[in-house]
T-cell receptor, first 116, second 109 residues
Framework: GAGVSQSPSNKVTEKGKDVELRCDPI?????LYWYRQSLGQGLEFLIY????????KSGLPSDRFSAERTGGSVSTLTIQRTQQEDSAVYLC??????????????FGPGTRLTVL | RKEVEQDPGPFNVPEGATVAFNCTYS??????FFWYRQDCRKEPKLLMS???SGNEDGRFTAQLNRASQYISLLIRDSKLSDSATYLC??????????FGAGTRLTVKP
């Protein structure tokens, strides 16, 4: 079946503009995660959606970042008033969230954001 | 202290060598553990889960030591195609997953 998809694959924007990044998780996966990865660095957790529960927003770096998940499926990560330090690859992952501790995450190809 | 720590490397080894990576985690209540592989400019992909008794998948062996809070990955008979960054991942609570920064491996002819 289809994996996690993200769009756009690349986004170049000017400092101060808003951007929206989209993630389509694997069908039936109830857990969805957003991460950020700067060049040569590890993954930085941003936000986690689990079913209908309130999202875990503890990783969002500032109030310029927000995310929503509509209908328990597609998610949008929005960055307002982008700054150059926001430049990174934004990765989305989903998992079955069956309650088993061995649930694994499947990643999308990421959106490479460049803020000029 | 970081929740998940890895030696960043790089590890440069010749083809056919055996190489081992370690990863330590700080949360003793962590529930499950994984190794992911990430190729340059690609997304991470699951390599293998790590079970308490240790597990093997072909040339790859994963071990878990809960008492010392570390996980290891052993690669035998390394191939050029094994060159990648290996990410240690810990599920600390109910799908709250924490990633290490990764260990970079280069296998040379």
């Amino acid at each position: 079946g289809a994996g996690v998809s993200q769009s756009p694959s690349n986004k170049v924007t000017e400092k101060g503009k808003d951007v929206e990044l989209r993630c389509d998780p694997i069908s039936g996966h109830t857990a969805l995660y957003w991460y950020r990865q700067s060049l040569g660095q590890g993954l930085e957790f941003l936000i986690y959606f689990q079913g209908n529960s309130a999202p875990d927003k503890s990783g969002l770096p500032s109030d310029r970042f927000s995310a929503e998940r509509t209908g328990g499926s597609v998610s949008t990560l929005t960055i307002q008033r982008t700054q150059q330090e926001d430049s990174a690859v934004y990765l989305c992952a989903s998992s079955l969230d069956s309650g088993s501790p061995t649930d694994t995450q499947y990643f999308g190809p990421g959106t490479r954001l460049t803020v000029l | 202290r970081k929740e998940v720590e890895q030696d960043p490397g790089p590890f440069n080894v010749p083809e056919g060598a055996t190489v081992a990576f370690n990863c330590t985690y700080s949360n003793s209540a962590s529930q499950s553990f994984f190794w992911y592989r990430q190729d340059c400019r690609k997304e991470p992909k699951l390599l293998m889960s790590v079970y308490s008794s240790g597990n093997e998948d072909g040339r790859f062996t994963a071990q878990l030591n809960r008492a010392s809070q570390y996980i290891s990955l052993l690669i035998r008979d390394s191939k050029l195609s094994d060159s990648a960054t290996y990410l240690c991942v810990v599920n600390i609570n109910n799908n709250d997953m924490r990633f290490g920064a990764g260990t970079r491996l280069t296998v040379k002819p």
